[in-house]
Nanobody, 121 residues
């Protein structure tokens, strides 16, 4: 089993930045990919970014060029640096981890409780 705990969400103005962190504990040796997904009220969960053990990344189209995912494999940490935040980035952000290296939420076995990001002026 793997446990994931997110931190770093909050309220930020448009154009601002936030950094999310996710700490994995438990059987982290079994993890290949880790990633971030987000879900706004009434919307489906969507890909933000994923990263594999060897550093391969995928980004959702709406965040490319603004968000950067990074990972510390030894410490079981994954980060999401979010720059130039927009109103439409408002959502609950979830950390995910799994053995597969895909981009679909269903491919990830483990999920955190989520952290709220609100972009508002």
């Amino acid at each position: 089993q793997v446990q994931l705990v997110e931190s770093g969400g909050g309220l930020v103005q448009p154009g601002g930045s936030l950094r999310l962190s996710c700490a994995a504990s438990g059987s982290i040796f079994s993890i290949n990919a880790m990633g971030w997904y987000r879900q706004a009220p009434g919307e489906e969960r969507e890909l933000v970014a994923t990263i594999t053990n060897d550093g391969a990344t995928n980004y959702g189209d709406s965040v490319k060029g603004r968000f950067t995912i990074s990972r510390d494999n030894n410490r079981g940490l994954v980060y999401l640096q979010m720059n130039n935040l927009k109103l439409e980035d408002t959502a609950k952000y979830y950390c995910a981890a799994g053995q597969a290296a895909g981009i679909e939420p269903a491919e990830y076995e483990y999920w955190g409780q989520g952290t709220q990001v609100t972009v508002s002026s």
